[in-house]
């Protein structure tokens, strides 16, 4: 058994060393083998100083006020007490908190992939009358700062009634999803993507008959893919950690997210324990590190492709 493991995988040693900015010829130098193994840790440090914030914060979410406020300082809890945990979960239904972060996360994945394709497919592809001014208006648009939207973001929301701490329906999401649903970068990244596609399939499409609204659907779209992909990442991870306009909108606590939530149990009277706040912590980011593993390769590859475009 010991040989056939050791026949599927091979010990990789320098001399089988072919791709990267060093082969094996390289590594016969003293000096390269250096530096080589001064840069690995040096990425075991970083993946240390990554690493080690959420280790401390477990840590200490585990521990007693005693532990905490003692003056004898240690690092892991002294007596572990995973029942709080689920005291915390039931105290506060924290589940409900998960639920409206999953719908509201849902919907903006969906606003932003479908209306920012929509008018990037219109301006880059359809090219109607003024698509020019429009693309402008757009550029413009991204370089107004956001903070400075919000005033009138949240009057327009008002006007629609949409401010109504009675309202316990999630139609309430609705103007945040559409926030997700015009979103410049968003658009850029498709009207981006979409110049490039292939015209020869457009025009192959037309010849057949088929309507702007089937080349958008039938052509368009499943070339889209990994654009479709990155988008919905952006827009997943910017909803889960959204905080100031869930914060004004969400007016009935029965709507909070997680982040929202959690913001208005730290001003809750008798204070929450340091344990238990940072406990509250823990579970916030738990989701983000779920998403995290299993789209990790789809995450990495989102930085190399934006770093080799730019």
């Known amino acids: 058994m010991s040989s056939q493991k050791n026949k599927q995988r091979p010990i990789l040693r320098f001399k089988d060393k072919r ?20 840069i690995i840790l040096i990425l075991v440090f970083f993946a240390f100083v990554a690493i080690f914030p959420m280790v ?50 849902a919907g903006a994945m969906v606003c932003s992939v479908v209306f920012n394709s929509l008018l990037a497919y ?29 005033f009138p973001l949240l009057q327009e929301i008002k006007d629609f009634g949409f401010l109504d701490p009675d309202h316990q329906s999630y139609l309430t999401f609705l103007p ?18 979409f110049s490039r596609l292939p015209k020869s399939l457009v025009e192959a499409s037309k010849m057949d008959g088929a309507n702007q609204f089937d080349v958008f659907v039938r052509v368009i779209l499943p070339l889209s893919r990994p654009i479709i992909g990155i988008v919905a990442i952006f827009a997943m991870t910017a909803s889960y950690s959204d905080f100031l306009l869930p914060y004004c909108v969400l007016q009935s606590n029965n709507l909070q997210t997680v982040v929202v939530g959690i913001y208005n149990i730290s001003n809750v009277n008798p204070p929450l324990q ?13 989701p983000q590190i779920i998403i995290f593993l299993i789209f990790q390769r789809q995450i990495m590859n989102v930085g190399a492709g934006k770093g080799s475009k730019e």
């Open 56 to 105: 401390f914060l477990f840590a200490s979410a585990m521990k007693s006020v005693q532990e905490i406020n003692s003056t004898t300082y240690t690092f892991w809890p002294q007596m572990w007490d995973f029942g709080k945990i689920g005291r915390l979960w039931e105290r506060f239904d924290f589940g409900r908190y998960y639920l409206n972060t999953l719908i509201y996360v």
């Open 274 to 286: 340091t344990p238990d706040f940072l406990l509250l912590i823990l579970l916030s980011i738990i």
């Open 176 to 193: 945040l999803w559409l926030g997700f649903g015009a979103n410049a970068y968003y658009y850029m990244l498709f009207r981006d993507y």
């Open 19 to 38: 791709g990267g900015f060093l082969n094996f010829a390289d590594y016969r130098k003293t000096s390269n083998k250096v530096w080589y193994f001064l």
């Open 122 to 150: 219109a301006v880059a592809v359809v090219k109607p009358v003024g698509y020019k001014v429009i693309n402008t208006l757009i550029f413009l648009g991204y370089m107004v700062p956001t903070i400075l939207n919000i």
